[in-house]
């Protein structure tokens, strides 16, 4: 089935403690992307990449890392989390020349 | 990037057509019009998308008028199942990421 899979679906932590969350499609997508949806904001990307070992910064860039070693894979790094970055995040990834992105399952991240 | 506008929420009951509307009338030559559909903590998921006229498929129609400053989603006879918040957007086409705004909750009672 295609589609995209992140782990983990939730998760609690606690401010400056590392972690990544995975990201991961089976569609041979070239394009992949982070999202982080939070009430009365939307979804705003994070950072998208073009292709393996293409990145750049989206719109909310700042706290977060990303890196694109293969195509299937994208993970989203927080080195240092802090409580700000509580929120539910989306990754996607779309075909060249398609418009049309699939999401994710998302994963709901509380830092405390 | 066009903005867009749309209702905040709307209603209506199982087995009726529902048509949700979205202004944007800054919209570029070259934009596309999508709309996402996202049930309570899941993905957006793709409904449909067009440029211009009708575009029908076995989910929605999609309805743009000429002056493209406007489209209208329409979902035929829904159900409840339907009850989720509609996106519209619109898109510059190769674009590398999507711009959502509050989007349109649509509750469907029995």
């Known amino acids: 089935e295609a589609q995209v899979t992140q782990n983990p679906r939730y998760l609690i932590t606690v401010t400056g403690k590392k972690l990544t969350v995975t990201c991961s499609q089976n569609?041979?997508?070239?394009?992949m992307s982070w999202y982080r949806q939070d009430p009365g904001l939307g979804l705003r990307q994070i950072y998208y990449?073009?292709?393996?070992?293409?990145?750049d910064k989206g719109d909310v860039p700042e706290g977060y890392k990303v890196s694109r070693k293969e195509k299937r894979n994208f993970p989203l790094i927080l080195e240092s989390p802090s409580p700000n970055q509580t929120s539910l995040y989306f990754c996607?990834?779309?075909?060249?020349?398609?418009?049309?992105?699939?999401f994710g399952p998302g994963t709901r991240l509380l830092v405390l | 990037l066009a903005k867009t506008t749309q209702p905040i929420s709307m209603d209506s009951y199982e087995g009726q057509e529902v048509n949700i509307t979205c202004s944007h009338n800054?919209?570029?030559?070259?934009?596309?019009i999508t709309w996402y559909q996202q049930f309570p903590s899941q993905g957006p998921r793709f409904i449909i998308q067009?440029?211009?006229t009708k575009v029908t498929n076995e989910v929605a129609s999609l309805f743009i008028p000429a002056d493209r400053k406007s489209s209208t989603l329409s979902l035929p006879r829904v159900s409840l199942s339907d009850t989720a918040v509609y996106y519209c957007?619109?898109?510059?086409?190769?674009?590398?990421?999507?711009?959502f705004g509050k989007g349109t909750h649509l509750i469907i009672q029995p």
């Open positions: 569609m041979n997508h070239e394009y």
């Open positions: 996607a990834s779309r075909l060249a020349g398609s418009e049309t992105q699939y």
């Open positions: 990449s073009m292709n393996v070992e293409v990145t």
């Open positions: 800054n919209i570029a030559t070259n934009d596309y």
């Open positions: 957007l619109v898109v510059e086409g190769g674009a590398d990421g999507l711009t």
């Open positions: 067009g440029y211009k």
